[in-house]
Nanobody, 132 residues
Framework: QVQLVQSGGGLVQAGDSLRLSCAASGRTFSSGSMACFLGWFRQAPGNEREFVAAANWNDGTTYYADSVKGRFTISRDNAKNTVYLQMNSLKPEDTAVYYC?????????????????????WGQGTQVTVSS
């Protein structure tokens, strides 16, 4: 059973930084037989869950929503089986509950990284509030 456990988040002021963590148990991200993709999504009250960033665990390729490009960085720690989201220059519009997600797929399969329904496993969510 795969579990994703998130940590980090909190209340900060505009311009500050935060780092979110997402640690997996039950399966390593670096499963040699399948490709693993990690994603970060967020959901603000009254809004749909939206894509923030994603990474191909196997080759390190990263992808970002335009709204966070240049400010957020997704990274990984193989030894800790953990993915991070470093958020810099935070804005009030970044306020949301943030979720990490993971999916393992066969090599050569296609995946739409920005679609939340492509991911099989989800963290519990963590609140990020940015005050102006």
């Amino acid at each position: 059973q795969v579990q994703l456990v998130q940590s980090g988040g909190g209340l900060v002021q505009a311009g500050d930084s935060l780092r979110l963590s997402c640690a997996a148990s039950g399966r390593t991200f670096s499963s040699g037989s399948m490709a693993c993709f990690l994603g970060w999504f967020r959901q603000a009250p009254g809004n749909e869950r939206e894509f923030v960033a994603a990474a191909n665990w196997n080759d390190g390729t990263t992808y970002y929503a335009d709204s966070v490009k240049g400010r957020f960085t997704i990274s990984r720690d193989n030894a800790k089986n953990t993915v991070y989201l470093q958020m810099n220059s935070l804005k009030p519009e970044d306020t949301a509950v943030y979720y990490c997600a993971a999916v393992w797929i066969a090599y050569g399969s296609s995946l739409v990284l920005g679609r939340s329904d492509e991911y099989d496993y989800w963290g519990q969510g963590t609140q990020v509030t940015v005050s102006s």
